[in-house]
């Protein structure tokens, strides 16, 4: 058995977070909505993959985290907590914002509109310096290329196996990576000082291997005992929440859990499918080997007032949620109509 860890933050169970949704409401009329929804072509009553995951990732924060946050995806899910169940929550930002209510979403780290009603606007030294390395950080939402069994995240490169080991991370074949990405950033201290790490990607198998190609950030537990973050002298961290398009999966330190265990299945989305994207075996959280006919929690379906604050205040110009995933692409080329689910409820 894994050592314990002291993990000081609740993540909101399934039924918090459905009893907390249920008695949200958004003070948008039906007819607004509704307006707004033909103007831009979507239908009201159905969600999309970009929606599913803004929505989902907002529930699991905290109540009252300070999140520090990336443009995307996080800044979605962040802004949709404040506006929704998490009104509390606190939104740090690479560049120097801490507190920021934005009237307008970022699309960098950096963007003016980052600064708007911030508590201060100082700069990145302080984001990492005064905030993060002081502990006044609860959370980070990330993203990357790979995400493997220990939450560990890749956004640095891919390479053509096998692999040099060198620091200078050439390919074997002496021609460095095939691909090389964004790298690191902010991510690595953030992963490293922060009490767990909110990850969000769509799910592929050759993106969910065992063991990622590199490991930029410590998104979780990092390994098993004696190949843990804690081994590697990290004291802070290693609570993990990935949610992807497929599912939400979680690991539990703080009970000895290291590895990423499934959560709950997607609305209209199979476990076969959760299951073969990824390259380990998927266990629930008792540790039983998931096959595709067992019975598994379900994600809570967005509900309508969600739906409403995401489209009408978030993102209302869609610059984030237009954006589609190669699933749904080959849905639409295949079906000959976007891929979408109906609210339920």
Known sequence: MSKKAIIPVHIPTVEEIEASVKS???????TDYEAYCKENDIPPEEFTTMELLAIASSTMVPNGASMFIGTGLPVLTMTLAQHTINPEAIIVMEAGMLDPSFEH???????????????TALSMIDAFGTYEQRGYVTGGGLGGA???????????????????????????TGKGPNVI???????????????????????????????????????AARGPEGESRWDYGIPRGGKGLMVSDLCIMENFPEEGIYDMRLRSVHPDVSLKD???????????????VLKPTDDVPTTPSPSHEQLKVLRMIVDPTRIYLKRKTVREVVYEKEHGKPWRVKVKG
């Open 274 to 288: 959760v299951i073969d994207n990824v390259m380990w075996e998927l266990k629930d959280k008792s540790g039983k």
């Open 105 to 119: 979403i970022p699309v960098s780290v950096a963007d003016i509109r980052g600064a708007y009603m911030a508590s």
């Open 24 to 30: 949200f409401n958004s003070g948008i009329s039906d």
């Open 181 to 219: 990405f964004t790298g690191s950033g902010g991510s690595n201290p953030i992963g490293t000082l922060s009490d767990f790490i909110l990850s969000v990607m769509v799910q592929e198998k050759r993106r969910f291997p065992y063991n990622v190609q590199f490991k930029t950030t410590l998104g």
């Open 146 to 172: 790979e995400y493997d069994e220990y939450g560990n995240i890749n956004a640095t490169a891919l390479w053509e196996a096998p692999r040099n080991q060198w620091t200078s991370i050439a390919s074997g």
